[in-house]
Structure formats: C-alpha cells, structure tokens
C-alpha cells in the first residue's frame, strides 16, 4: 500500500476515553511527515528522472561510439584496401616495364644480329671485290705484259 502525504495529512486517529492522544501533538507530527515524505517523494522523482536521462545519455553515447567503431572498421578496410591495389597497381606496372624492357632487349639483340648478318655480307661483298679487282687487275697486268711482249 503506497502512502502518500495526503494519506497522512488526512490519518484520524480515534482517542481514548482516558489519556488519549493529543491531536495537536499527533497532528503537528503528521505534517512533519506529510512534508518530509512530500521531500523524499520530490527528491526521488528527481533522482528517476536524471537516471532517465543519464540512461538515453548513455545510449546516444553508446550508439555514438557504434558508430564510431564502425567507421573506423570501414576507414581501416579502405585502407587496407586501397594498399591491396596500389600493391597490385605497382606489381602491374613493374611487370608491363619488365616486358618493354623485354622487347626491347629483344628488338636490340634482333637488330644487333642483322648489322652483324650486314657486316658479313659486306665483308663477303669486299672480300669477292677485292676478288674480283685482283683477278682484273691481274688481267690487265697480263694484256699490258702481253702486249709488251709484242
């Protein structure tokens, strides 16, 4: 049974036939409580409520630090993700300059064998005119001896 400081206020209480209560006494007494218990009461209303609002504080801060826990986690994968390409990015274009660098040896050492096929070709080429100017000279040599000779 709740009692409130109405309750109080309004208690009668019956006397007795012989030394009975004193009702001022009794009454002055009932006010004090009517208006310690009116205290108590405005004190604990009080008190629910600043628990009221120190609990959705704590919920907001809670959902606040969700949150925050969650962005973190998405800026941390972001992260780690963005490091996975630029990785593979870097990997990617270390291998594209392995193969031009590659081709190029490749195009250099193609090159360097048809000057090298070239040179030979000349050197046959001077090789066969030297030959050639040798056995005409030496042609020559005879027709001028042979005609000396005459």
Do not use: S, Y
């Amino acid at each position: 049974m709740t009692i409130t400081p109405l309750d109080i206020q309004q208690q009668q209480f019956k006397g007795k036939m012989f030394g009975g209560l004193d009702a001022d006494d009794v009454d002055a007494f009932l006010q004090a409580v009517a208006a310690e218990m009116e205290t108590l009461l405005r004190e604990n209303t009080e008190l629910k409520e600043q628990v009221n609002r120190q609990t959705r504080e704590l919920a907001e801060m809670a959902e606040r630090d969700k949150d925050l826990r969650e962005t973190m986690l998405a800026a941390r994968t972001i992260t780690e993700e963005m490091k996975a390409n630029t990785q593979k990015e870097g990997e990617l274009i270390i291998a594209e300059a392995q193969m031009q660098a590659r081709r190029l040896v490749d195009d250099a050492e193609r090159t360097v064998a048809e000057l090298q096929v070239k040179v030979q070709e000349v050197r046959r080429q001077r090789l066969q005119f030297e030959i050639e100017l040798k056995g005409l000279l030496d042609a020559h040599a005879r027709l001028i001896e042979h005609g000396r000779q005459e």
